[in-house]
């Protein structure tokens, strides 16, 4: 059993720093790929059929079962992947991403992304302020050590357009699904939409936590992600690990 984590938008492999050294503690094998147009592959550009190849291919490298966790952009993907690959899905756990990106949110979205594009530094500044802000001084460490990349926000956008989580929560029958928010999370109001569509699925509100659920509230979130993998995997998790 191997966990598969899908970082965000704009972020790399490297927000997932702290659920990695959890599932190592637990003897979890765990695999977290740069998406096209992040991290390593910064200079790619972003496609749903290419970051669809990136977590195929990682899931190829597990060699096995995977339990896949993506938050955001990483989640709707993750449900995405799972709902069509061929490859033994065990579980899915899906963060900040419990409204369906359609309509005139992600109109909107995209309007203020473009808008801050046009800015002289392309929004780098705000970018770090707002992550300052927001986030614990070893969050903001842990998305820094794999680049933030700015200009990747409307190409991914537009490619999320397409999905309906809905639709692939419901294709994906009797696996175990964790749809995990922040309390101030503003992607949550369809939860009970999106939770009603699993055949085999729990909620999760995480208190004191916003958007970024796993950076601000770690221990909480890698908690319910190892729960998860001691689920599907009966004594996949070693005795003593933490969260």
């Known amino acids: 059993m191997t966990v598969l984590l899908v970082h965000g938008i704009r972020a790399s492999r490297t927000m997932w720093l702290r659920q990695l050294a959890a599932l190592e503690e637990a003897g979890v094998p765990a695999l977290a790929p740069d998406l096209p147009g992040h991290g390593e592959r910064a ?3 972003f496609t749903l059929d290419g970051a ?3 977590i195929e291919d ?3 490298s597990a060699g096995g079962a995977v339990v896949v966790v993506g938050l955001s952009l990483g989640g709707y993907l993750a449900l995405h992947w799972a709902a069509r690959t061929a490859r033994p899905v065990a579980g899915v756990l899906a963060a900040g991403c419990s409204t369906r990106p359609r309509g005139p949110g992600l109109a909107g979205y ?3 992304a473009r808008l801050i594009a046009r800015l002289p530094d392309g929004g780098r500044g705000l970018n ?8 614990p001084r070893d969050a903001v460490a842990d998305l820094d050590a794999g680049g933030m990349a700015l200009g990747v926000m409307d190409a991914a956008l537009a490619a999320v357009a397409g999905i309906d989580p809905v639709a692939d929560l419901r294709a ?3 696996v175990p699904v964790r749809l995990v928010n922040g309390r101030w999370d503003h992607f949550r109001l369809e939860e009970r939409r999106l939770l009603a569509a ?3 699925g729990r909620l999760h509100v995480v208190p004191g936590a916003h958007h970024l659920v796993s950076l601000v509230r770690p221990a909480d979130f890698n908690r ?3 729960d998860l993998v001691a689920e599907v995997g009966p004594g996949t998790v070693r005795a003593g690990g933490s969260g």
């Open 224 to 226: 319910i992600m190892l």
């Open 58 to 60: 990682a899931a190829r």
């Open 128 to 135: 770090d302020t707002l992550a300052r802000l927001a986030l």
């Open 172 to 174: 994906l029958g009797d």
């Open 110 to 112: 995209r309007r203020v």
């Open 52 to 54: 669809h190849a990136a």
């Open 43 to 45: 200079a790619e550009p």
């Open 198 to 200: 699993c055949a085999n």
